[in-house]
Structures are given as structure tokens and as C-alpha cells.
């Protein structure tokens, strides 16, 4: 719908682009200016190859193709480009039935996890945003790409993209004519047919070009607008596409604007987080919580962002489900959290700074208890989180083998930020950040206490009063107001204003000269001499019986679409030509919990007398609240089966003509297509205990008898 | 945040502007012109005064005081202005914890009951909206209200809104004037303050105007705004607030404009309606249901618009939850619905057309059956989804006597729908539409159809082949293609794109004049003849197997947010000072499976001994899928439950030192304050059983031994 810059996206630039992990955007333009130049090890070149090996291989160890794949999930439609009958929108994605189901599985798995297990209070807040809330936040002035236009052909070319595939390319020309075999991996037919503009030349490189080159790439992500466009210059980039040099970088903000209201004065955002709305109500929410800390709120919802190319499908999209929990706990104590004897021993992929800075990219598992004791991990509640987010993804069924926690550099985290770990999940576009797992400090809540007066804080009995030593102030109140007349209360706010470092030098002041001059605005020429007979500046004891604080904030944020998607990736694998059928068929391995439908119903045929046998399995598996869906449709149940195990639908019950006869029915593994044969109630039974996870398969097929029947067959055995 | 004009909203003038509903909005501007002064019956005011009394009790009868019930609501938080810290939006609400629970819990059984239920196709569609679809549907020319501006202080102010408040408040004058004494109902501390401007002055008016006055309010929703910036004229309307007249109304567009993409080209909105998204789908959809009709989308989603003035809570909002199903059906064969026979007894109130126009609000229950039977609702379709909200609104709990579906005057319908019912339920604020449910005819799928070329339409085999009479054309090919040379092609799409009529025209050419002359753009001058050795025209007959036709659509639409707060209002009442206390006391009677929360927990004190129980009987009621919380607070167990009440919870559990004894419980229900006695076992029965509305509170009671204790005794009761 417009011109696009025609760049491949690669595997290392999705790393470090997402959500809260947004921080990562934000912080890139918070940060770059202050931290770039800082983080130069060459690392990622070398893993990024190896994870693309790695990412090859589907659930069984086959070769990974992602575009069949990608088609698989077109025909079922799991997800499809919005609005592709007006010609699609990039980065705007619908799901389909099987999607749909999919995210809400995920997501009610998501609530049981965290927000029932915990006790959380959600929220639900308006994508719709006042500027006032995001200029507080920092978003408005920060929250940016660098972004350069072709001056010839009007392309919009995000800088920092632009940079990495040249270099890329050129990269690869030197290998090329240095007769190092490259391998081209290419999924998207689109992106094949617009990469021949760019193609790849042949041109050996001089060693010392190469390493610098590798440096750059190494450090991509930390460069500000002006770099990037230095290094443009530099190395005299050029628009594949033109020929011509692209424009000098400017910063665009991701932001999508609006107005509010029809005088069109209020100007308005659609949010790029659900975190400031959760902040916004922390008070009230404290309230709710009978003023107990710690608490959680959560959110779950659509957040914006007007990414300059969105590519990788639903990886990089503007519009996206997003769930993200804000743990408010005291700073003082070390941030213990009392449940964290509960998950000590919970072991997990550690991809610390120092790992990093070191090259390497495979670690072995340590425990989350060792981890906080050796400091790896700053914080018990920190870790806390880690931990459960990891019991979250593997609940879902993400390959264990697929998921590591990488620490953000320092330079890479947002300025107020302690501690930030993003869960990544491996993919074939390597190394997905899906969720963040930040410390943010009390920066939030700091900066909109700040902005409007609310006490966004808590206010703590103390068990133990504490003593605090201070300058004190007192008036002779009977001169004081008589002296200073209608000026009277401007003159004793400012003295009360004095902050405790000018108090004890007006002490010092009044005690040399026996009189003080302070700053009062409005009131003669703005200087107020006050003479002793009228004050008193001493240093004294007071006892306090509260504490106030500012909580901080843990923040563990998830982007749905990319679990999502990468949970499809992780399930999928092909089964060849052994069951029927000449060509590798998909198969989707979903745990039944996630799985879209859980049950499969297909009738041998169209015949009258399976109807309400149909009928009757279906009503009793709803009552049971297990989804089911009939297939009655005329292709052979080889077929039925084949176009559910794309669907990822893990059991399938077969009705023939012994289940009119005797009520028997069959009971069919999606994974490996093995069937028994019960009544109807152990059939059922089996297939609760499937669903909720009670049992696996292998029971199943170890307690009841076998079905051997062909699929298309009369079956003619007796099973009583 | 923004100046905007200070009228009160009054209960008519909601009923009359909902989501697709909005249709109403959209069809205000749609039909205006074309419809206005049409309808003139002046019942809505004689309705709407009876409205008002009747929406002032509470689900037991009580005076019902809405200021009262909105401080429980904010106070409990089940919703509260969004940047309330920065001076709030008008039209933008957070949802707390109850608030999304309650919204959780009735979009699950919103899916249940309508989605599963009938295997429909659930499609998640993005906001952001290209302006093309929008264009296509109608909404970026027509979906706007009338605006005017106050020229002295740049007020806005929503002219339809304008003329009613400004004549209402001529009439309550001219009553009082005239010794009738008004009742002032006034809700809001805001709109007090601001009413003070607009006050009611005594002025008696001739009956001729009063007559004049009560007819223009009877169709104030007819008008255009050239008509009512001629009212406005006409009768000397002054904003009160600046004793000023307003500019004449100008069209404002009610959605929210953004850009998407970097370039800034490509304009979009928010979507004002899930329904677009879906329509888009249609064909991806068909083919997921594998070419099967009829069949149901659905979409639940947030939608957007820009609302002038919006006000009444959580009734008019800018930003809002939508449940939306399009059902698919053909058009011919009237529309039936295979499931029709199971719902046709169930009676509604339905108040159609005629009965509106015969100025009475209230008719007696009629089944669906007998009103699609004798025409009053027009098809199955249609009747069978008003019988199956209904059945929805019930199961939410929803008051039985305060729900009716009225059908929509024929100028307030959109000019392509064919029928159209809301179902209304009634408040405080009057009756409020919730669900509208149209038939929309094929308007829109034939719309995206013509602008893309999509084929949006059902291919059907036919089981008998039709024949098919038309006239036909051959060309002789062989002396065809020399003849024209390279305009070939150009002649031949000529021809074969000529329509019947013309077919006939020429056929009668060609026998006159032995040729004919058809126009060929770009050949020649134009003009092309085609002599008789070239070409024969004959009516011939043709067999067709396949039949192909535009689906019509059955839309209901539900705005959760209205449901949601309409069910608060219905299940709102106040305990008197008996049962503790001396104030009366806020209970939200919810279903059980409605409740935000099912189960609360309280021990008796903040003994140790209690503390294992509590987490035991948490677990288990979390194990059976029950929702439960704990209040281990300081506060009194009266005011615990008290609290509760207000929250809606429906039962309660007290763990006591009989409990730590013996293992027994005793079990509170939130509406009789009654409570049982029992082992875990067994009250944990119960719970499920009510949970699950297996059973109710009186069936637990008479099965049980009832509980006498006081509520911060020690019981002493032997139970076994």
C-alpha cells in the first residue's frame, strides 16, 4: 500500500525489539546517545549462525521448512494478513478460528498461572492515551526509530536495518569470492523476488574492512541517529533499490497519534505498553488491597506501535496482545519474596552479561536458588518471576531444548532499570525475545507522583518507631502574622519549603547575623529578611511511626503473538507418506490444555445411524467442558484426520458401525496415530484425564484394548 | 480537559445510539434526510416518564438511589475514570479487579452460549483500519453526528442533544409556571453544578408551542442538521452558559483518524465496529467451514468513537468492549434456521413497530414462535438469535421484567437492513439498548465484493440442474480474427461483456440490418461493426449446476460494557441496619457464575491454627475450578462479609476453631446472610454445586444442619 524499503529481516535484529522489552526501543533512543561504543564484543555473528542451524530442525528433528509451514497455517487459517481483499496492511495480522482459540487457551492458562495463582488485581485500561501520560512517561519525546528516506524513490528505510543488510551483503560477497560456500535461506516468496535488486555481488573485501565491518554489526543496536548516518556516509551505503545514498537518519516515533474529543485540542496516543495504565491506578489499587504489600496488578490487551517496516509476520506486527504484571515491592529488605522457596530449584538457561561478553551462547541449566545466591540474578523476587515464567512456557508446551533467559547488557537496558531478563524462545528466526522480565526500579510511579501531586507510594506502621534527627523550624506565631500581614502565609510556605541542607545553613546565618534572607516569590522583591525574634532553626530528635516509599516495580511482560507463534514452530512437524498420502503432512503437537479443539468427532460415513451417536458425544464432551468439533464432511477419514492434525487437534473419536451396535467407540493419538477402542463411558473418562493433563497417552494405550482397524473399514472385531 | 457544552443526558436519548446499534448512529446520518418527519408519534415522552419511575427500584423493591450504588462501585472498584491522577478523559473507564472479573465471566459465558454452542467461526481482527474498508462500508462519508460551536467561549456541543435539552427544559419551565410541581431527579454532583447555568425558568408557553415543542422532541432523532440548525433559528436557542446561539451543525466524523506507517500516506481509524473485519474474511471463512452454509463469525473486540459530549458512565464511551456474530444465511427459502423448533416457546416482550406507533410501551410476553408465525418478527433466523439473547441476557442474571426487544421504526433503520430489533434493558437511565440484532441483507458483503472484486458469495451444487434461457453469441473465429487483426481481443471482450437487454436489441439489428454496431473503446473511432457472416445472436437454454448468491447477514451485536453495568443496576439492592451496622448496606446479588468472585474465605481471627486451613481450602477450591479469595484482615467478620456483599460474592466459608478441630465448615450465602455447617467434603460439594447453578441456596439449606453461631463467637455446636 506504500513503498517499503526491500531489506530481509535477519535473526539478530528481532533479539532486541520488543514490548516492555521495549524498553529495548525505548531505551535504544533513551540510551544510545550515553551508552554506544560501550559493548563491542563480535559475538553475535557467530551465534547468530549457529542458532539458524539449530532453529532448522522441527519437533522430530526434521529439516525445518518454514514455508510450508507458513502455508499450512494460511489454509487453516491460524492467522492471515488484515484486509488483504483491499491488498494488506504490513504488520496488521487476523486470527482465525483455530488462532483464536489458541490465544484464548494461552491466555487462560496465562490467568490461572499468574493472576489466580497470586492473587494478582487486573486491570483493564484504555488503549486510548492523553500525551500528558506518555510525555511523563518519556515515551512522547523517546520512544523512536531512526528512520532515512530514499530521495530518489521516496522509500522509508529504517536506519539501523539499512546498515546491518548492507554490510550483511556485502559480508557475504567477500565470502563468496573468497569460494566460501553461503547458503541463501529464503521463506518468503515475496522477499526472494524483491531480494534480486539487492543481490548479493561477488566482491572480496579487505581483511581489515571485514573485521570492522563485524565490529559494527556486533554493536548495531547501540548506534543513535547521527552514527548511523555517519556510517552511511562512511561507507558509501546505497539504496539497492536507487542506487542512491538514503537521507540523513531522524528519529520517528513509533507512537500512533490521534485526537480525543471533536474540538481536536486533546491530543492522544494509543498506548505502546499497558504498563502506564496500571501505574496510573496504583493508589486505588493499594486501596483495594487493604493496603497489604507486596501486590501485583496485571493487564492483558492490544498495544500499538507504527514499526517503520514490520517483517517476520507476526513477530513484528503494530497491533498486538500483550499481558504484562507489575509487582510492587518494597526496596528496602532486598526484595525477598516469600514464595520463592516454592521455585528454588527450578533450573534454567542463564545468559548473563559477562556469558555474553564472553562469546559464549550455550550455557549449562543452573537452579533460580543458586542463581539469586551467587548474584547472577539480582533479586529473590526477580528471580521469582523468572522461574515462573518458565513454568508458564513450558505449561504451554515450548521445547525445553528452545528456551533460554538472556540478561540485557547494561547499555541495552532502560536508564532506570536495575536488572532487566528477557525469556527467548528459539525459532528460524532465531532467537525471539517473548517475554521481559525487568526491575524497573520506582521510576514510574517516581515520575507520575511527581507530574501530579497523586502519593503514589505506601505508607507503612512501623513495628519499631525510628528516631530521625533534623532542622526544625518554629515561629513566634503571635509576631510572626502581625509582622508580615496579608503576606503572612506566602512567607511561612517557603520557610516550610526549605529542605533540610539551606536549613542548617540559615541556622548558621541567623545565628552569625541574627537574621535570615529567603527566596518568597510574590512578596516584595522576592527576598524576605526574617529576624530571630521571630524564628527558631534547631537541629532535632523526631519519632516516626510510619515509613512512606515508593515501591518498586518487577515487571514480567508478555507478547502473546510471539509465544504464540513460536509455540506453533516448536509443535510442528511432518509425517511422511507412511500413513497414507505421498506427501509429508503437517502435524501441530500442541499439549491437549493448548490445543484449539480437543476432540475430533468422524463418522466412518454420511449413513443416518451415526447422527446421533454425533449428537449424543458431543453434548456429553461439552458437559464435560471439553471442546469438540464434528467432521461429517464426504473425504475419507484418512483425510478428516490428516486436515485436524494440521489443526493440531490431539484425539479424534471414530463412529462406525459397532458404536451403533454396542455404544464402543475409538479412540485416535494425533501424535502417533495409535488407536483403542472402549465404551463410552471409559472413553470419556480417558479423554478428561488427557485434556487435564492427568494422564498422557501412554496410559491410555497401556489400560485399554487396542484398535487396529483400517481407518475406512468396517471394523468386524469384538472388543466385549 | 476540554470545554464541552454542559446539557444533562436525558434517559431517550441513549436508547436511541448504540454500537452497530450504531447502525442507529450511522443510520441517523444514513437516512436522515431521506426519512425525517416522517415519524411523529409523540409516545417516547409519556415513555419516558414511566420509564423513570419504574427504574427507580432495586432488585428488592427499594427506592433506588444511583449516587449511592456509583460510590459502592468506585469504592469497590469495579470501574473508575482512566488518568483520573491527570484530570481524567471524559468516555474512557478502567475496569478494576471486580470489573474484569465480571467482564471475564460474561465473555465466558457469551462464548459458551453462543459460540460453542453453535461451532461459530471466532475471528480476531486488528483496530487500526485502513480508510478504504471504511470508505467501501459507508462510515467515512456517513458515520458522523451534528456539531455545533458556541461562537463566544468555542464550546461543543452536540446539536440533536441540544434542541431536546433546551425544549425539555422550556416544558419542566412551562409546567412549573403553570403550578405543576416537577420532580428534578439529579444524579451526578458535576451536572448539578453545571445545571446551575441552565436553570428552569417559569415561563408558561401557549398550548400551541407546548404542542410544537412535544412533537419536535417526539422525532428528534429524524433531523438532519441543516433542520436542526433551523430549530435552533426558529426558536431562539441560547447555550446558557453564554446566553449566545451556536453555529449552525456541521457533520462530525465520530471515528478516530490516525496514520499508520511511516510515510504518513496511508490514513487510517479505529474501527467503530468488529463487523467490518469479519465481512473482509468472508470467503477465507466459507472455505475453513469447508463450503458449508449456513454458518456464524464472531468477533469479541474493542471499537472506537470519537462521542461529542459522552456522559451516563459506562453507557456512552469512546472506547468499548464488542461481541459481535455475522450469521451467514440464503437469502431464499425464507431464512429458516435448523434450530428454530428448539427455542419457539420462548416468550419475549416484544414491542414492535406498530405497537410504538400506537404510543404503548408495555405488551404482554408472546413465543418467538408465534411471533415469527404471524409476522411480527420476519424470519427464523432473526427469531431464533432474539430467543437465544434472551436466553443469554438470563443466564447472566439479568432482571426478567426489565428486558424488551423493540423493533426499530423503519427511518431509524439502516436503508440495507431488512429488520431490526434491540434488545433494551432497563435502568436508572431508562430502557438502554445492549444487543442490537439486524438483518442486514447482503449490503455489505456485496459492497467489499463490487470495490475489491473478491468473490464474497456462495458457489452452491445444485441437486437439480437448472436451465437457464438466454440469448447467446458465436463467433465465427476463423474469419473473425483476421477480419479485426489486433483489435481481436478487444472486440471479443466487447461482446461477450454485453448484457442480456442489449443482446436482444442487437439480435434484432442483425436480423434488420444484416450487421450491428456495438462501442469498443480504444478501436478505431470507437465504434465497431459486425457484419452477419461474423457473428450469431440466438436464445438458446442453458443447464446450471452450481448456483451462486450473496449471503444475507443476521447480526447481533452486544456492548458489553452496557450489559454489564445494566446487570450491577439489576442485581443492586441495600441491606438495612438488621444485620449489623447501622447504615444500609450495598449486595450485589450475581449468578454465581457470574460473580467476579465465587468463594470468600475468612477465618475468624488472625489465629495461627486458622492459616493451614485457609491455604487448604484455597487449594481446593481451586483444584475445582472456584474462584476464591481470602480476607485475613483485621476488620470484623460482619464487616468482611459486608465488604464482600458488595463485591458480589456468593458465598462464604468461616474457618473457625471448630474447624481446627474437627474439620468443618460453615458455609454463608451472600443473600439470606443464612449459613450451614458441615465436613470440607460435603461443603465442598456444595459449593460446586452452586457454582455450577446445579443448585440453588434453598436446596443447600434444607440438606445441610443450619448455623446459627454468632459470626464472632466461638461456635460450640456439635455437628457429628
Redesign the interface.
Known amino acids: ?2 513503498s ?1 524499503c526491500s531489506f530481509v529481516q535477519t535473526a539478530g535484529q528481532l533479539r532486541t525489539t520488543f514490548a516492555r522489552k521495549n524498553t529495548v526501543i525505548t531505551l535504544r533512543a533513551f540510551t544510545a546517545s550515553a551508552h554506544c561504543n560501550k559493548y563491542q564484543a563480535p559475538k553475535f555473528q557467530g551465534q547468530k549462525q549457529q542458532d539458524a542451524i539449530m532453529a532448522t530442525t522441527t519437533l522430530k528433528g526434521q529439516p525445518f521448512d518454514r514455508q510450508t509451514m507458513d502455508s499450512m497455517l494460511r489454509r ?2 491460524f492467522y ?1 494478513p ?5 491488498g494488506g ?2 504488520g ?6 483455530p ?3 489458541l ?2 487457551n494461552i491466555m487462560d492458562i496465562w ?1 490461572k498461572h499468574f493472576v ?1 495463582e497470586e ?1 494478582m ?10 500525551e ?2 506518555l510525555k511523563t512517561s518519556g515515551h512522547v519525546e523517546k520512544f523512536a526509530d531512526w ?1 532515512c528516506k530514499d530521495p530518489k524513490n ?1 522509500d ?1 528505510i529504517r536506519a539501523d536495518h539499512f546498515v546491518e543488510e548492507i554490510l550483511e551483503s556485502r559480508l557475504k560477497g567477500d565470502k563468496e569470492a573468497r569460494g566460501v560456500k553461503v547458503v541463501e535461506k529464503e521463506d518468503d516468496p515475496k522477499k526472494k523476488k524483491k531480494k534480486v535488486k539487492g543481490a548479493v555481488e561477488a566482491v572480496k573485501l579487505d581483511d581489515a574492512v571485514v573485521k570492522e565491518y563485524e565490529e559494527i554489526l556486533a554493536k548495531i543496536d547501540n548506534y543513535n541517529g547521527e552514527e548511523l548516518g555517519a556510517l552511511i556516509k562512511k561507507y558509501e551505503m546505497k539504496n539497492p533499490a536507487t542506487g542512491v545514498e538514503p537521507s540523513p537518519p531522524v528519529a ?1 516515533n513509533l507512537m ?8 481536536g ?2 491530543q ?1 496516543y ?1 498506548r505502546p505498553e499497558t504498563a502506564q ?1 496500571q501505574f ?2 496504583f ?3 493499594l ?2 488491597n ?1 493496603q497489604q504489600m507486596p501486590f501485583a496488578s496485571a493487564s492483558v ?2 498495544s ?1 506501535r ?1 514499526e ?2 514490520p517483517r517476520a509476520g507476526l513477530l513484528r506486527v ?2 498486538f496482545l500483550m499481558a504484562e504484571i507489575e509487582h510492587y515491592v518494597d526496596p528496602d529488605g532486598g526484595k525477598k519474596h516469600s514464595r520463592f522457596e516454592e521455585v528454588k530449584d527450578v533450573e534454567l538457561v542463564l545468559l548473563n552479561r559477562e556469558t555474553q561478553l564472553a562469546g559464549k551462547t550455550h550455557v549449562s541449566k543452573v537452579s533460580i536458588g543458586k542463581a539469586v545466591a551467587d548474584g547472577t540474578v539480582d533479586n529473590e523476587t526477580l528471580g521469582y518471576f523468572l522461574a515462573r515464567i518458565h513454568l508458564f512456557l513450558e505449561k504451554l508446551g515450548v521445547d525445553q531444548s528452545k528456551i533460554r533467559f538472556r540478561q540485557h547488557m547494561a547499555n541495552e537496558m532502560a536508564h532506570y532499570a536495575a536488572d532487566c531478563w528477557d525469556a527467548e524462545l528459539q525459532t528460524s528466526y532465531g532467537w525471539i525475545e517473548c517475554v521481559g522480565c525487568a526491575d524497573r526500579s520506582a521510576y514510574d510511579l517516581t515520575v ?1 507522583a511527581k ?2 501531586g ?1 502519593p ?1 507510594m505506601v505508607r507503612e506502621r512501623l513495628d519499631t518507631p525510628i528516631t530521625i534527627e533534623e532542622w526544625q523550624i518554629d515561629l513566634d506565631k503571635k509576631k510572626f502574622g502581625p509582622f508580615f500581614k496579608k503576606d503572612g502565609k506566602n512567607v511561612e510556605a517557603a520557610i516550610e519549603a526549605l529542605p533540610q541542607e539551606k536549613r542548617e545553613a540559615l541556622a548558621q546565618d541567623l545565628a552569625a547575623d541574627g537574621k535570615i534572607t529567603i527566596d518568597v516569590d510574590g512578596v516584595g522583591n522576592g527576598k524576605v529578611e526574617i529576624s530571630k525574634d521571630l524564628i527558631i532553626i534547631e537541629r532535632r530528635t523526631r519519632t516516626e511511626n510510619t515509613r512512606e516509599f515508593t515501591p518498586n516495580v518487577i515487571e514480567p511482560s508478555f507478547g502473546i503473538g510471539r509465544i504464540l507463534y513460536s509455540l506453533i514452530e516448536h509443535n510442528y512437524w511432518t509425517r511422511g507418506g507412511s500413513e497414507g498420502g505421498d506427501e509429508a503432512r503437517g502435524v501441530l503437537s500442541f499439549p491437549p490444555p493448548v490445543a484449539p479443539t480437543k476432540v475430533l468427532l468422524v463418522p466412518l460415513s454420511g449413513h443416518e445411524s451415526f447422527k446421533p451417536l454425533l449428537k449424543h458425544m458431543s453434548l456429553k464432551l ?1 458437559s464435560l467442558g471439553v ?1 469438540s ?1 464434528v467432521d461429517d ?1 464426504s473425504a475419507s477419514i484418512g483425510k478428516r484426520y490428516s486436515r485436524n492434525d494440521e489443526l493440531g487437534t490431539p484425539l479424534g473419536i471414530t463412529v462406525d458401525f459397532q458404536s451403533v451396535k454396542d455404544k464402543t467407540y475409538t479412540l485416535r493419538d494425533r501424535d502417533s496415530t495409535k488407536q483403542v477402542r472402549a465404551d463410552e463411558d471409559t472413553i470419556l473418562k480417558a479423554i478428561k484425564a488427557l485434556v487435564e493433563g492427568e494422564k498422557k497417552w501412554a496410559d491410555v494405550e497401556k489400560e485399554l484394548p487396542a484398535f487396529e482397524g483400517q481407518e475406512a473399514e468396517l471394523p468386524v472385531r469384538e472388543e466385549k
Chains 1, 2 share one sequence.
Open positions: 500500500m506504500r517499503l487453516r487459517m492471515t488484515s484486509f488483504e481483499i483491499y496492511v504490513a496488521l495480522y487476523d486470527y482465525g478460528p488462532g483464536c482459540a490465544l484464548t490467568r489466580l492473587d488485581l487486573e486491570v483493564d485500561c484504555p488503549a486510548l492515551t492523553p500528558q501520560v528512520m521516496g522509508i520517528f500512533f497519534q490521534t485526537a480525543i474529543g471533536p474540538s485540542n486533546l492522544g494509543l495504565g496510573l491506578n493508589a486505588k489499587l486501596d483495594f487493604q490487551g492490544k500499538y507504527n517503520i517496516s503494530r497491533e507520575h507530574k501530579t497523586a503514589l461439552r471442546s468439533r464432511s
